[in-house]
């Protein structure tokens, strides 16, 4: 089966940190662009980091920037997000994506998206 499978949300308390996980299933990511997204209730989907397919560059969102920290294993098939002094408005579904680019992927239509896994920022 072909696809994204995004694990590690949860709840965890404001100022806290959590890592997020992508892993793929019948995809060789090293062709690909990989970016998170998320979802919060009522709010449409907003782009947040993408990493590079080739040179392993960065892109992150100005509401992210400096707390959130993407980065890739291609030989083990997967993408993190590792989430740092964590605020109740970052709850939300997180997604992750792969786009086939060599640019800025949250600008483009990806070829594959997960099933999302979901984030709670809670005291």
């Known amino acids: 089966q072909v696809g994204l499978v995004e694990s590690g949300g949860g709840l965890v308390q404001p100022g806290g940190s959590l890592r997020i996980t992508c892993a793929a299933s019948?995809?060789?990511?090293?062709?690909?662009?990989l970016d998170w997204y998320r979802q919060a209730p009522g709010k449409e989907r907003e782009g947040l980091s993408c990493?590079?397919?080739?040179?392993?560059?960065?892109y992150s969102t100005d509401s992210v920037k400096g707390r959130f920290t993407i980065s890739r294993d291609n030989a083990k098939g997967t993408v993190y997000l590792q989430m740092n002094s964590l605020r109740t408005e970052d709850t939300a579904v997180y997604y992750c994506s792969a786009v086939d680019v060599q640019a800025n992927c949250l600008n483009y239509v990806p070829n594959y998206w997960g099933q999302g896994t979901q984030v709670t920022v809670s005291s």
């Open positions: 990493i590079y397919m080739n040179d392993g560059s960065k």
């Open positions: 019948g995809i060789a990511l090293e062709y690909y662009s």
